[in-house]
T-cell receptor, first 114, second 114 residues
Framework: GENVEQHPSTLSVQEGDSAVIKCTYS??????FPWYKQELGKGPQLIID?????GEKKDQRIAVTLNKTAKHFSLHITETQPEDSAVYFC?????????????FGQGTILTVHP | NAGVTQTPKFRILKIGQSMTLQCTQD?????MYWYRQDPGMGLKLIYY???????DKGEVPNGYNVSRSTTEDFPLRLELAAPSQTSVYFC?????????????FGNGTRLTVT
């Protein structure tokens, strides 16, 4: 089945700096890669996603890049703010007969210091 | 819309007790899921359902049961609670199973088994 590895497990930055979180996946048939943000005491919430027919997608201060050849994708947050502090999860769908079910990475705790 | 609602928010069980975690959604989504979240492990899929009357096992189904008698409700049953089931449980729903259907999560149930 699909295996998703996420790094780093914790990331600490100063307000205004950029943050980058990286994920690798194993299933070459995967074609959907969402990112979720989880605030304390809440469930994960989708912040951005990318499909395999594009290499990069941006939404204001966040962007995601995808390298299908190397099977890795990354989340980039620019001009970080304290409210960006949260746990971030990457995920990939499983291709073939398991199409659609998501496998999640281990999560990254992002702390933005004012 | 309330989205995905989970009850209870917290629960402490003794070993061997049973309980049902409730989940309901008001978005008329066909697909519903149960995930468990353990520290540093991301989210693991327990069971999922593609519609009323249809359920299937995910990655970690042992020790759990589900039912889906209506589109709105997807309860998770623990029959003989074990310490290994101490976790945070998230219910989610989606319109479809493909890459155009993001997951909508509830706020979780924190379960401790002692």
């Amino acid at each position: 089945g699909e295996n998703v590895e996420q790094h780093p497990s914790t990331l600490s930055v100063q307000e205004g700096d950029s943050a980058v979180i990286k994920c690798t996946y194993s299933d070459s048939a995967s074609n959907y890669f969402p990112w979720y943000k989880q605030e304390l005491g809440k469930g994960p919430q989708l912040i951005i996603d990318i499909r395999s027919n594009v290499g990069e997608k941006k939404d204001q201060r966040i962007a995601v890049t995808l390298n299908k050849t190397a099977k890795h994708f990354s989340l980039h947050i620019t001009e970080t703010q304290p409210e960006d502090s949260a746990v971030y999860f990457c995920a990939a769908n499983a291709g073939g007969t398991s199409y659609g079910k998501l496998t999640f990475g281990q999560g990254t705790i992002l702390t933005v210091h004012p | 819309n309330a989205g995905v609602t989970q009850t209870p928010k917290f629960r402490i069980l003794k070993i061997g007790q049973s309980m049902t975690l409730q989940c309901t959604q008001d978005m008329n989504h066909n697909y519903m899921y149960w995930y468990r979240q353990d520290p540093g492990m991301g989210l693991k899929l327990i069971y999922y359902s593609v519609g009323a009357g249809i359920t299937d096992k995910g990655e970690v189904p042992n020790g759990y049961n589900v039912s889906r008698s209506t589109t709105e409700d997807f309860p998770l049953r623990l029959e003989l609670a074990a310490p290994s089931q101490t976790s945070v449980y998230f219910c989610a729903s989606s319109r479809g199973l493909g890459n155009n259907s993001p997951l909508h999560f509830g706020n979780g149930t924190r379960l401790t088994v002692t």
